[in-house]
C-alpha cells in the first residue's frame, strides 16, 4: 500500500492536500451551529450570561437582544453554506485523488501486461487477468475515498479527544483510555488473521470471472453438448469456493466488530464507576488529587463517549484497507511479473534489405518437452518456403518464432544477417504481416479492422488491399459495406470471410516478409488460387513462409520443407519432394486434392 501511495499518491498530492484540509475545516465548521445554539439558548433566551462569540471583539458585537438573535441566525446560516462549499471540495479532493490513482494503475498494469511474454499468457486465464485489471483496481476506490480519508479524521479525534481528557483530568483520564491498548491489540490480531482470509477471496473472485469469462465464450459449444448442467455445477462449484472465502472472512469480521464494542463498553462503564464514586465519595482508593465535580464528570463521559465511536470506527477503517491491500497486492503482483522477452539496450531497428531469413540449429520447446529440434534453412526475397507435415509437428511454431513470440533455446534465427533477439520488437513485427489459424477481429467496423495497425491508409489503399483479397464483393455485399459491424470476434462473418479480411489487414500492411499460416483454410479452392496468384505476382520481392493444408495450393513454392515431430525431414521442391515418394508424397496422395 505504501508503494502504491508512494507510486501515484504523490504526483496526486495536491487533490489529497485539498480533500484533507476542506475535510479538517468541514468538521469544525460543523460545530459552530450547535455551539451557536448553546450562545442563543444561554445569552438571548435565557439571558444567564452576557452575548460574546468567541474571535469575534465583544464592542462589535450588537446591543440588543433581536439583533443578536439575527447575528446568531445569519453566523448559522453562513456556517451552513461554508459547510457545503467545503464539503463539496473535500469529496472532490477525495474522489479526484482516488480516481486519478486507480485510472493510472488501470493504465500502467495494462501496458506492462502487453508486454509481457506469450508464455505468460499461455499459462494464465484471461478472466482471472480481467478481474485484476476491473475488480481489484476498483476495490481500491474504497479505500483510496472512504477509508484513507477516515485514518487521517479519526486520527486526529482520537488525539485530539486524548488530550482533552488528560487535560481536564488526568487520573481519570487514564481510567478511560486503558482500553486503548486492549483494543491494539485485538485489531492487531483481527488484521493478521483477516489478511490471508481476504487475499482467498480475491483469488476465487479471479477464479470465478475466469469460469464464467471461458463459459461465455463456449456457449455455443455448451449449447451444441447440451452440457449445461455440467456447466452449471462447475460454475456453482467455483462460485462456492468464493462463497466460503468471503463467508470465511466475514465470520472473523463479524466476530470483530461486537468485540470491539464490548471493550469500548468496559472502557465506559470503568470510567463511569471510577467517577462516579470520586463524586459521591470524594476519593477512590489511592487516587484522590482533587475534588471531582458532577458537571466535569457529565463532559468528562460526553467526550469519553465520543471517543468510543472512532475507536469502533478504527475496526471499520482497517477492514477497508486490509481488503484494498489483497487487491494491491494482485495488482503489483502483474506489475511486478517479469516474464518479459528482454529487448537489449542497444537494440538494432530493422530494415529489411534482401529479405534474407536463415533459421540455424534452431531447437526450442514451450516448456521442458522439445517441439523443434536443429532446424536449419534459408530463404530469401522473391523466394517462397512452404512448411507441411502433420498436425502438431511444429509448423505454427517454427513460424512464430520469427516474429519473436517465443524465444528459441539454441540456435539463431537472423534477418539480414541480424539475430531477431538483437532487434527492437516493434521493428521485427513490423515488418512481418502474419495471417494466423486463429483469426481475430475486433468488434467494431470491417473498414476498422481492415485498417487495424496502418491506420493512416487511405480509403483507397483499403479497397486496393481488400480486392486482392478477394473480399471486396462481399464487404459491399454486407448490409452497411465497410462500415458494416462485424460483431466480436467478427462472429456475423462466415470463417472464410474473417481469413479474407485478415488477409487483407496483412496485405494492407504492406511488409517484406509474409508468414501465412493456413490462413485460406476456410476460403473455397477457386477464391484461394486467385488470392494466392495475386500474392505471387504482386510480391515478387517478398519473403514469403507458409503452411497449407491444401498441397496445391504451395506446390509453386521455390522449396517446401517437411516437418516430422519437430524436425526436418524432407526439404526440396514439391517436384523433387513427389519424386522421392516420401512423407510428402503420403500427404499430397491422403490429401486428394
Ligand atoms: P502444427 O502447426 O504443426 O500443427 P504446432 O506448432 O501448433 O503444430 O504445435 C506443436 C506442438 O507444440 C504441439 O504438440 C502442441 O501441443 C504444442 N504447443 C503449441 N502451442 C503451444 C503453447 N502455447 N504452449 C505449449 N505447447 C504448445
Known sequence: MLRLLSLYGVSNIRNFLVGFLANLLARLSDLVPPFLLGVAIDSIILQDKPFSIPFLSNSTLPQYPISQFWLVVFLIVSSFVLSAILHWFRNWGWNSFS??????????????????????????????????LSNDVNRLEIFLNDGFNSIFRLAAMVLGIAILLFYMNPALAVVSLFTIPIIAFFTYNFTKSIQPKYARVRDSVGKLHSRLNQNLNAIQLIKLYNTESYESSRVEKTSLDYYNANWDSITTRIKFFPSLQVISGIGFTMTFLVGGFWVISGDILWISPRPLYAGEFVTFMLLHQQLVWPMT????????????????????????????????????????????????????????????????????????LAIVGHSGSGKSTLLRLLLRLYDIDHGSITIDGNDVRDLSLKSLRDQIGYVGQDIFLFHGTVRENIQYGSFTATEEEIIQSSKAAESHDFIMNLPSGYDTIVGER?????????????????????????????????????????????IKTHNSEKTILSIAHRLSTIQDSTNILVLQEGAIIEYGTSEELLHKKGLYFDLWNSRNI
Do not use: C, W
Request: hydrophobic fraction near 40%; glycine fraction near 8%.
Open 99 to 132: 480516481q486519478n490513482i486507480q485510472h493510472a494503475i488501470r493504465v500502467d498494469t495494462y501496458a506492462h501486461l502487453q508486454n509481457l511474454n506469450m508464455g505468460f499468457f499461455d499459462r494464465k486465464h484471461k478472466g482471472e487477468l480481467m478481474s485484476i
Open 313 to 384: 470506527q478504527f475496526g471499520q477503517v482497517i477492514n477497508i484497507y486490509q481488503r484494498a491491500r489483497a487487491s494491491t497486492v494482485r495488482i503489483f503482483g502483474l506489475i511486478d511479473e517479469t516474464n518479459l522477452l528482454p529487448e537489449k539496450p542497444n537494440a538494432s531497428e530493422l530494415v529489411v534489405d534482401s529479405g534474407k531469413i536463415i533459421y540455424q540449429n534452431v531447437s526450442f520447446g514451450y516448456s521442458r518437452d522439445k517441439i523443434l529440434s536443429d532446424i536449419s534453412f534459408k530463404v530469401g526475397k522473391g523466394e517462397s
Open 490 to 534: 467478427g462472429i456475423k462473418l462466415s470463417g472464410g470471410q474473417r481469413q479474407r479480411i485478415a488477409i487483407a489487414r496483412a496485405l494492407l500492411k504492406d511488409p517484406p516478409i509474409f508468414i501465412f499460416d493456413e490462413s485460406t483454410s476456410d476460403v473455397d479452392t477457386p477464391t484461394e488460387s486467385l488470392i494466392l496468384d495475386f
